[in-house]
C-alpha cells in the first residue's frame, strides 16, 4: 500500500496547490499581463539576436550587399567624361616641294556629352542602386521570417519532448500502481504489460521527434551559417496573447515587395530621361599642334601652327532612341501590371495569415477544454483506486486523450506564431 499511500499524499499536494491558487485568482489577470509582457521580452531579445546574427553571417545577404556596393559604385562611373584622344603624325615620305613641309603634328579631342546628359547618368544609376538596396531589404525579411519560423518550430519540438517525457514519467506511476494491484488484486498482469508497451511506443516517438529537432536545428543554424550542431537556446514556454496584434491591410502598401516595383518604375522612368539627353548631339573640343620645318617662304618667327578645334556629331537616325523610348513605355506597364498582381497575392497572403491565426486560436482553446475534461475523467478513474478495482485500460485510453490534446495544443501555438510572423513580414 506504500504506492497508495503516495498517490494520495500527491493528491493532497494537488488539492492543497489548488486552494492557493484560488487566493490568486482576482488578480489573474494582472499576473497574466506582467507574465506575457516579461516573456514576451526575453523572447524578443532572443530571437532579434539570432535574426541580427543571420543578417551578419548570411552568405546570401553579404553577395547582395557586395552586389549593391558595385551597383552604387557605377554613380562614379557614369559621372566621367569619355577617354581622351591623342593623335601624333610623322611625315614618313616628304614630297620635293618648294613650300614648307610639316614634321610632325600631335593632336589632343575630348568629346563632351550635351549638356545635363552626366546628371542623367547619376540619376539612372542612382535609381539601379536604389532599387538593389530595396532587395537587400526584401532578403532580409525573408531571411528573419525563415529564422523565425524554424524557431517556433524548434520550439513546438522541444515542447512536445517535454510532453512526451511527462507522460513517460506518469506512466511509469501507473505502472507502479499497477504492480501494487496485482498484488492486491485490483489489476492484472496484461495491464500492467500494456502501460509498458505505452511507455515503449512514447520512448519511440520522443526519439523521433529528437531526430526531427537535430534536422530543424541544422537548419537553422545553416541560416545563421555556423556548425550544424551548435545548441540554440529555445523558450520553455510560448503562450498566446490575451489580445491579437491588428495588421491593417494598408499597411500592404509599404511592402518592400511592392516598394520595389516603384523603384524599379522610377529607374525606367531615368532610363527614359537618359535616353532622351543621349538623341542630342554630342560636341567635342581640342588643339593640333604642327611643327614645320625652316623655310625662306616663312617671313614670320612662328614657323608653328596650333589650331582650335571644335568637334560636333549629330545623331541623324533616332531609330534605336525611338525604339528604346518604346521599350520603356512597355516595362513600365508590365511593372505596373506586375505590381498589382503582386499586391492581390500579398492581400491573399495576408487574408490566410488571419484566418489560420485564428484558427491556431480557436483551436488552442478548444484543446484547453478538452484537457480540463480529461483530466477530471482521469481523477474520477483514479479516485476508483482508493475504493476499488481500477481499469488500466480506461486510464490507458484517457492518457491517450491527454497525450493527443496537449500535442495539439502545441501545434496550436505553433501555428499562431508562424502566422504572427508571416503578419509581420508582411505589414512592416
Not at 492543497?16 to 514576451?40: D, E, G, P, Q, T
Not at 502598401?253 to 530621361?273: G, R
Not at 488552442?364 to 482521469?378: G, S, V
Request: aromatic share 8%; proline share 3%.
Amino acid at each position: 500500500m506504500k504506492h497508495l499511500q503516495k498517490f494520495i499524499r500527491i493528491a493532497a499536494a494537488n488539492r492543497h496547490r489548488s486552494c492557493l491558487s484560488a487566493v490568486f485568482i482576482r488578480n489573474k489577470r494582472l499576473w497574466l499581463i506582467v507574465f506575457l509582457l516579461l516573456y514576451a521580452l526575453g523572447q524578443a531579445q532572443e530571437l532579434n539576436q539570432l535574426i541580427k546574427e543571420a543578417w551578419t553571417n548570411n552568405p546570401e545577404i553579404q553577395q547582395m550587399e557586395y552586389q549593391y556596393q558595385g551597383t552604387a559604385e557605377k554613380i562614379n562611373e557614369a559621372n566621367s567624361l569619355p577617354s581622351t584622344e591623342f593623335n601624333v603624325g610623322v611625315m614618313a615620305v616628304k614630297p620635293e616641294m618648294n613650300m614648307p613641309m610639316a614634321n610632325f603634328r600631335v593632336s589632343a579631342m575630348q568629346m563632351l556629352p550635351w549638356f545635363g546628359t552626366r546628371d542623367a547618368r547619376k540619376a539612372y544609376a542612382s535609381s539601379l542602386a536604389d532599387a538593389s538596396s530595396i532587395s537587400i531589404a526584401i532578403a532580409k525579411r525573408k531571411l528573419a521570417l525563415s529564422v523565425r519560423s524554424l524557431y517556433y518550430q524548434l520550439y513546438a519540438l522541444q515542447a512536445q519532448q517535454k510532453v512526451l517525457n511527462n507522460h513517460i514519467d506518469l506512466l511509469g506511476t501507473y505502472e507502479e500502481m499497477a504492480l501494487t494491484g496485482v498484488e492486491v488484486g485490483k489489476a492484472s498482469a496484461v495491464e500492467v504489460l500494456r502501460l509498458q508497451i505505452r511507455q515503449n511506443e512514447l520512448e519511440q516517438q520522443k526519439a523521433i521527434l529528437q531526430q526531427e529537432y537535430q534536422g530543424m536545428q541544422a537548419g537553422l543554424n545553416a541560416q545563421l551559417n555556423r556548425a550544424a550542431n551548435t545548441s540554440i537556446l529555445i523558450v520553455d514556454t510560448l503562450a498566446l496573447p490575451e489580445q491579437d496584434t491588428t495588421y491593417a491591410i494598408d499597411g500592404l502598401a509599404v511592402n518592400p515587395e511592392l516598394l520595389q516595383y516603384d523603384k524599379w518604375y522610377a529607374s525606367v522612368n531615368q532610363a527614359e530621361t537618359l535616353n532622351q539627353q543621349e538623341r542630342k548631339p554630342k560636341w567635342g573640343i581640342g588643339l593640333e599642334y604642327i611643327n614645320q620645318e625652316d623655310s625662306p617662304m616663312i617671313t614670320s618667327k612662328h614657323k608653328d601652327m596650333l589650331m582650335l578645334m571644335l568637334s560636333l556629331k549629330v545623331p541623324l537616325f533616332n531609330a534605336p532612341h525611338a525604339s528604346k523610348t518604346k521599350q520603356n513605355q512597355l516595362q513600365q506597364q508590365a511593372l505596373a501590371s506586375e505590381k498589382q498582381v503582386r499586391h492581390n497575392r500579398l492581400k491573399s497572403l495576408w487574408a490566410q495569415a488571419l484566418a489560420k491565426r485564428e484558427q491556431a486560436r480557436i483551436s488552442y482553446t478548444t484543446q484547453q477544454k478538452n484537457l480540463a475534461q480529461a483530466e477530471r475523467a482521469m481523477q474520477i478513474l483514479l479516485k476508483s483506486y482508493e475504493t476499488g478495482r481500477i481499469d488500466f485500460n480506461d486510464v490507458l485510453d484517457i492518457q491517450a486523450l491527454q497525450l493527443d490534446f496537449e500535442m495539439q495544443q502545441i501545434e496550436s501555438v505553433k501555428n499562431y506564431y508562424l502566422e504572427q510572423a508571416q503578419l509581420n513580414y508582411l505589414i512592416p
